[in-house]
């Protein structure tokens, strides 16, 4: 397993999600907890999460030695509107006050001429609340690369989250070309593309994964997060140890 955690040179966090064996969140943040510094809590659908109560995440979760993000869902309804989604944004958070997320990861809208604006939406009811701006990070997905778009998130004061088995599994490469990006990525997603849209683990990078893997490093701002957004045990923790002798030969602090 990767010793991240008795390294003080990296400048990132590790994460985990918190799906890494079959068990619920809570049962997920036990086992990880001194294995990494992070669990993303991933809250992937928006009614059932809606209806979490104390015992989906208990209080306990906040003396686990871990820090947390939200991963928001994927359903998140863009067609109702900014504000709509900036609400269940909020009211997710609400759930999980007591573990103090320190990142949102959010999937924006499908790529097209009304994304701008619906962002922009959704940034202003942000920034009238209790959640910095800064710690939401919009992801590249299948329906939006957020290609074109980095200049408008920067301007809502919102930053970014690169997925790495998005990037070669869409051909998104054109991304990490924007100017746009510099100084924006807070969070890394570490996978391999596999079929259907499967998280794979990072044993199953090519050349060209690797190369990717290497400008994503490159992007990263100093103090960021580095998902190992793999969900099954035995691939997480390969991942994880590859991931390290990653940075160690690449020499990346």
Not at 165 to 173: E, T
Not at 182 to 192: E, F, I, P
Not at 200 to 222: A, C, N, Y
Request: charged share 20%.
């Amino acid at each position: 397993m990767a010793n991240f955690l008795n390294n003080t040179d990296f400048h990132f966090q590790i994460s985990a999600p918190s799906w890494v064996i079959p068990g619920t969140i809570a049962e997920n943040c036990r086992f990880l907890a001194g294995k990494v510094d992070e669990v993303a809590l991933l809250f992937f659908e928006t009614e059932s999460c809606l209806a979490y109560t104390d015992a989906d995440l208990p209080q306990e979760l906040a003396y686990t030695g871990l820090a947390f993000h939200i991963h928001h869902p994927l359903d998140l309804p863009w067609e109702k509107g900014g504000g709509r989604v900036a609400e269940i944004v909020l009211a997710l958070n609400e759930k999980a006050e007591h573990l103090n997320p320190s990142a949102h990861v959010v999937h924006p809208p499908p790529a097209g001429p009304e994304a701008a604006g619906v962002i922009q939406e959704f940034a202003a009811v942000i920034s009238r609340s209790g959640i910095d701006p800064e710690t939401v990070l919009f992801e590249n997905i299948k329906e939006n690369s957020l290609f074109g778009l980095t200049g408008n998130i920067a301007d809502c004061g919102m930053k970014i989250c690169l997925d790495l088995g998005h990037i070669l599994a869409y051909a998104q490469h054109d991304l990490l070309r924007e100017s746009g990006l510099d100084g924006q990525v807070r969070m890394l997603h570490l996978n391999a593309p596999g079929p259907k849209g499967r998280h794979l683990g990072l044993e199953h990078l090519d050349r060209d994964g690797f190369e990717t893997l290497d400008i994503l490093f490159e992007k990263l701002s100093k103090g960021g997060t580095v998902t190992v957004e793999v969900f099954e045990e035995k691939s997480f923790f390969k991942s994880l140890q590859l991931l390290s002798d990653y940075c160690t030969s690449r020499k990346i602090k």
